[in-house]
């Protein structure tokens, strides 16, 4: 249940304006972005690529949710 609860607060986290403004926002984004445009100019993705870019995108959210707890 808590797993939930901070499922559905780092949601809204993310799609607060504010939120998506911040550098560490961009960064997720933009990592999204250019992971997506290397996987789609191929027809296979290795898993450990997929999972790369999962646990990078993992660690810049963190750090927005830890920043928007410290504030």
Do not use: K
Not at 7 to 17: F, G, I, K, M, Y
């Amino acid at each position: 249940m808590t797993e939930v609860l901070e499922t559905e607060a780092l949601e809204t986290a993310v799609l607060d304006a504010a939120v998506l403004e911040t550098p560490t926002m961009r960064e997720a984004l933009n990592l999204i972005d250019r992971g997506l445009s290397d996987a789609s100019d191929r027809s296979l993705v290795s898993a450990v690529e997929f999972t790369d870019l999962l646990l990078d995108v993992r660690s810049i959210l963190v750090r927005i949710d830890s920043a928007s707890h410290a504030n």
